[in-house]
């Protein structure tokens, strides 16, 4: 079964730190790799979407990595926010009769402290 | 505006009624979805369609129904036969026509309470 595991399931950060929130997958065939930002009650955001070709991706303080080899993506937050503050959700495409199916992680919740 | 519209952003049901939670899009994406969402387990998917008319189960379709009747609408009614309703439910649609057009883009939710 395709899945998409990801850690920490929460995080608890003081205001200005970095922090890298981790994405495993075992999802195929793959397709992309997106994450998503969620805040409580709304839905996801994407903030960045990566190919099997691609390593990094960045979006202002937001860097997406990516090891198509060992299925292992990586979020890096750098000098958090407080409205950082959400769910990040990593999402795998996948190819499936001739269009791609999204495969959805839990999440990790980012809390950030002042 | 382009988008996604959920309605009603709150809904309170009865135990033993069925509910229908209504979503439309007017971004002409042909998939759309529809995830239940609780506490600690991330998205679910409940049902997919990939084209009108058609459509498919996903992980935890037992309990509800759906229809595809338009491109722009893709109603999800909760029965009574969903033993647990009480969730915040998300409506998605993504433009699956090549690999690199896979956003899904969601809607506010809508969040069931059985009372």
């Known amino acids: 079964k395709n899945q998409v595991e990801q850690s920490p399931q929460s995080l608890i950060i003081l205001e200005g730190k970095n922090c890298t929130l981790q994405c495993n997958y075992t999802v195929s065939p793959f397709s992309n790799l997106r994450w998503y930002k969620q805040d409580t009650g709304r839905g996801p955001v994407s903030l960045t979407i990566?190919?099997?070709?691609?390593n990094t991706k960045s979006n202002g303080r937001y860097t997406a990595t990516l090891d198509a080899d060992t299925k292992q993506s990586s979020l890096h937050i750098t000098a958090s926010q407080l409205s950082d503050s959400a769910s990040y959700i990593c999402?795998?495409?996948?190819?499936?009769?001739?269009?791609?199916?999204?495969?959805f992680g839990r999440g990790t919740s980012l809390i950030v402290h002042p | 505006d382009g988008g996604i519209t959920q309605s009603p952003k709150y809904l309170f049901r009865k135990e033993g009624q069925n509910v229908t939670l209504s979503c439309e899009q007017n971004l002409n994406h042909d998939a759309m979805y529809w995830y239940r969402q609780d506490p600690g387990q991330g998205l679910r998917l409940i049902y997919y369609s990939q084209i009108v008319n058609d459509f498919q189960k996903g992980d935890i379709a037992e309990g509800y129904s759906v229809s595809r009747e338009k491109k722009e609408s893709f109603p999800l009614t909760v029965t009574s036969a969903q033993k647990n309703p009480t969730a915040f439910y998300l409506c998605a649609t993504l433009d699956s026509s090549t690999f690199m057009n896979t956003e899904a883009f969601f809607g506010q939710g809508t969040r069931l309470t059985v009372v």
């Open positions: 999402v795998v495409s996948v190819a499936s009769g001739g269009s791609y199916i999204p495969t």
């Open positions: 990566m190919t099997f070709s691609e």
